[in-house]
């Protein structure tokens, strides 16, 4: 059966982009597919991934570019002569990186400007949500299917070591990037923690964009006076899952995404969300959420709602199931195994 | 489900809410009594990161400040669990270099600051042009 390679700019242990690599390359197998996945960057501790410049594909295959940020290994697939499928997974506006990481702000740059090319050289082109559609159609793509983000609740199930402390666990999962405004988050937890719950805790899982990026969070989140605040970093998927099963509330004050897997993980875990309609959020957690207008005070009474308030509570947990539905793995599966077929006919 | 000492989960608000589309203005409502109380104190004005985050082109000033290129060891680092041995052969290879590094940090600079000073440059003639062409069109009509 012909072979199905995947290609990303960048991957990582903790990238939600190598993660539906993954998930996709279980589907591609199961579907009697070969290839492998490829990478122009792979950072400490990723598995599964071969050098880009490695990559010899026969004249009939397919080529998955996963769509993020550029590479030069990756703009040189564009003059292979093979099939190609565009899975565009959002690069974010490089106003967002140009002070805190100038490397990253010109792969953002040149993506987003070399967009438009990769959209022309696919056969099939997809987005992962209604947001990023919208960004091809702008990019001048002519057709676009939506498919989201393979969403396994298997990977959920593992339990690793709750988070320490007591009190309320506001839990905010993403990497600490500017885009994600974690300084938000922290003047609102303090907002809350000050008015509503002193022994409140504010958790964040993910990896920073860098070290100095770090210091920076750190810095701003001891300025805003909160305490009980800690900046986990990247955490095995078993401890992230533990922070789900402990958390009262998820929080994401983010600024621009392109899809937010972790309000999936949220629904999945029947924890309410608190979030900034911002990018893709209400296409994908659609009424299954409570929405800030950005004041700090609103978005602190609003965690306090949905920690306090039982029938709320529920109200969310039930509206989250149902937005599951509509990411339910198989659905999503045969979607995948449709556009696949449809690049390579 | 509740577990066990979390006895904040769903205890109830003074003011409880069931739908999820009421939450934001009750939430603003409930803030805006605080207020008035004089709670909520630092909550206004804006947030630490917004004058870093550049919507459209970055203003002139903050080219300037880019344009010299200036060489940071804290910014070399390993990302590997336990890489603090790499971080230190990192930076030492970069004062090892240093010699050759400054030069490449003052060429580029120099490139740099010319190719500002010639934008600058231009920005003024095209200010010029455009103010004569606005006088002459004033006098025509």
Known sequence: ?345 | MVRRGAGWRGAGREEGVTQPEDAQEQARRSAELKRAEGRYADTSGSDPLDDSILGGKAPAELLSEWAVIEIEPDLLYSTRRGGAPITALKRLLLRLMRQHLVELEARQTRFNLGLLAAFEQLERRVETLEGAAEARAGRDE
């Not at chain 1, 159609?137 to 298997?154: K, M, N, Q, T």
């Not at chain 1, 793995?329 to 077929?341: D, H, K, P, S």
């Open chain 1, 1 to 345: 059966m012909t072979a199905v390679h995947q290609a990303v700019a960048g991957a990582g242990p903790y990238d939600a982009v190598s993660e539906q690599a993954r998930a996709w390359r279980q589907l591609l197998s199961q579907a009697g597919h070969g290839g492998a996945d490829y990478t122009g960057q792979a950072a400490p501790g990723t598995h599964g991934f071969e050098p880009l410049a490695h990559l010899e594909p026969a004249p009939g295959d397919l080529i998955v570019i996963r769509y993020s940020a550029w590479s030069s290994s990756l703009g040189r697939l564009l003059e292979r002569p093979q099939r190609k499928l565009l899975v565009y997974h959002n690069i974010t506006p490089p106003g967002y990186l140009w002070n805190h990481s100038p490397p990253l702000a010109i792969q953002c740059a040149v993506g987003r400007i070399q967009l438009p090319a990769f959209a022309r050289s696919a056969r099939v082109v997809i987005a992962d949500s209604e947001f990023n559609a919208g960004e091809l159609y702008a990019a001048g793509a002519e057709s676009v299917r939506v498919v989201p983000i393979l969403f396994e609740p298997d990977r959920l199930a593992p339990r690793g070591y709750a988070p320490e402390g007591d009190g309320p666990l506001v839990l905010v999962v993403g990497r600490l990037v500017p885009n994600k405004r974690h300084d938000r988050v922290f003047r609102a937890f303090a907002a809350y923690q000050r008015e509503c719950e002193p022994e409140a805790r504010l958790l964040c899982v993910g990896t920073s964009l860098n070290h100095r990026y770090a210091a920076l969070m750190q810095t701003l989140a001891d300025a805003s006076g909160a305490r009980n605040v800690r900046l986990a970093g990247g955490l095995a998927q078993d401890e992230v899952n533990a922070a789900y099963a402990e958390a009262d509330v998820l929080l994401t004050l983010s600024e621009h995404e392109g899809f937010c897997v972790p309000l999936l993980e949220a629904f999945h875990f029947g924890v309410p969300v608190v979030a900034a309609p911002a990018g893709a959020v209400p296409g994908v957690a659609g009424h299954a959420a409570l929405y800030t207008d950005g004041d700090p005070a609103v978005t602190a009474e609003l965690i306090d709602m949905a920690v306090r308030d039982a029938q709320l509570r529920e109200e969310l947990e039930q509206r989250g199931r149902e937005r599951l539905e509509h990411f339910a793995y198989e659905r999503t599966a045969q979607t995948v195994r449709e556009v696949v077929r449809e690049a390579l006919a």
